[in-house]
Nanobody, 127 residues
Framework: QEQLQESDPGLVKPSQTLSLTCTIS??????????WTWIRKSPGKALEWLGT???????YYNPLLRSRTSITRDTPKNQFSLHLSSVTPEDTAVYYC???????????????????WGPGTQVTVSS
């Protein structure tokens, strides 16, 4: 059974870089045509896609956040990570990793575009 689990971000203060790691179990990060994604949800706001890393290492980012977003992977550990720099309180959200099942990674999203969601991790940016 494929399961994803987000790491605990710990304390995040304004201007710092948020780093989160997603660990995949019961599956492989390099499975052909699979893609892995980071999504966030703030109360009262729509689900927001941050970026995706495909099985071959190609990355795709939300253009609105591209300048401060990086997704990397550690294939021996079956992990991929999100790095969001220069965070502000507006980055406060629940962050999820999941598998991206869209054919077009730049298409509009809803929850059905993703599967094997992790439980999510609360990130609060505050001084």
């Amino acid at each position: 059974q494929e399961q994803l689990q987000e790491s605990d971000p710990g304390l995040v203060k304004p201007s710092q870089t948020l780093s989160l790691t997603c660990t995949i179990s019961g599956g492989s990060i390099t499975t052909h045509n699979y893609a892995w994604t980071w999504i966030r949800k703030s109360p009262g706001k729509a689900l927001e896609w941050l970026g995706t890393i495909a099985y071959n290492g190609n990355t795709y980012y939300n253009p609105l956040l591209r300048s401060r977003t990086s997704i990397t992977r550690d294939t021996p550990k079956n992990q991929f990570s999100l790095h969001l720099s220069s965070v502000t309180p507006e980055d406060t959200a629940v962050y999820y990793c999941a598998r991206d099942v869209r054919a077009n990674y730049y298409s509009a999203i809803n929850s059905t575009d993703f599967t094997s969601w992790g439980p999510g991790t609360q990130v609060t940016v505050s001084s």
